[in-house]
T-cell receptor, first 114, second 112 residues
Framework: KAGVTQTPRYLIKTRGQQVTLSCSPI?????VSWYQQTPGQGLQFLFE???????NKGNFPGRFSGRQFSNSRSEMNVSTLELGDSALYLC?????????????FGEGSWLTVV | GQQVMQIPQYQHVQEGEDFTTYCNSS?????IQWYKQRPGGHPVFLIQ?????EVKKQKRLTFQFGEAKKNSSLHITATQTTDVGTYFC????????????FGQGTILTVHP
């Protein structure tokens, strides 16, 4: 069974640009969550999607957005990039997103903003 | 909001020594999950504990969930260099969809 797949794995962007990250969850998983990981703040929840609907959102500015497609694949977008957005962005999938079932993480997308 | 505290932040051990990390939640958890992240890697699921007082073992790793379901621990017996990494505990945020609240993690270094 394939795991959570994230693309691209590594990318460098310039301040002010935007970036789109992609995530394909484990087959059969309908919940996709996104996390930002930085050395200073640890793992922070961005948002969660289930059946193409955003059900939950963390405390991030509106520059961070996402969507989910009918096949459960998800994308997140960060507009007007800032240096502080440099981080590892992790996608996680689970069956229901309720914490009942295990959440599995992808390998992440390493974003560097210069 | 829900907070999950994890101690210690760092632990340096000699290979063969034991290691324990502790996790405390400000709220009662329906379950707790443990993850390991190798340097440069991503969090990898280790185990999920659901029942009050539950103890689970995976080879040299022993996981416990407190009776009040607010604390947990991970104990590694006779550490090996392959145990190096950051160990995170995480609890679901009630009915908060898709959200796990993570502890800050314990960074384990094992000296050969």
């Amino acid at each position: 069974k394939a795991g959570v797949t994230q693309t691209p794995r590594y990318l460098i962007k310039t301040r002010g640009q935007q970036v789109t990250l992609s995530c394909s969850p484990i087959s059969g998983h309908r919940s996709v969550s996104w996390y930002q990981q930085t050395p200073g703040q640890g793992l922070q929840f961005l948002f969660e999607y289930f059946s193409e609907t955003q059900r939950n959102k963390g405390n991030f500015p509106g520059r961070f957005s996402g969507r989910q497609f009918s096949n459960s694949r998800s994308e997140m977008n960060v507009s007007t990039l800032e240096l502080g957005d440099s981080a590892l962005y992790l996608c996680a999938s689970s069956l229901d997103g309720l914490g009942t079932y295990t959440i599995y993480f992808g390998e992440g997308s390493w974003l560097t903003v210069v | 909001g829900q907070q999950v505290m994890q101690i210690p932040q760092y632990q340096h051990v000699q290979e063969g020594e034991d290691f324990t990390t502790y996790c405390n939640s400000s709220t009662t958890l329906s379950n707790i999950q443990w993850y390991k992240q190798r340097p440069g890697g991503h969090p990898v699921f280790l185990i999920q504990l659901v029942k009050s007082g539950e103890v689970k073992k995976q080879k040299r790793l022993t996981f416990q969930f407190g009776e009040a379901k607010k604390n947990s621990s991970l104990h590694i017996t006779a550490t090996q260099t392959t145990d190096v990494g950051t160990y995170f505990c995480a609890g679901p945020g009630g009915t908060s969809y898709g959200k796990l609240t993570f502890g800050q993690g314990t960074i384990l270094t094992v000296h050969p």
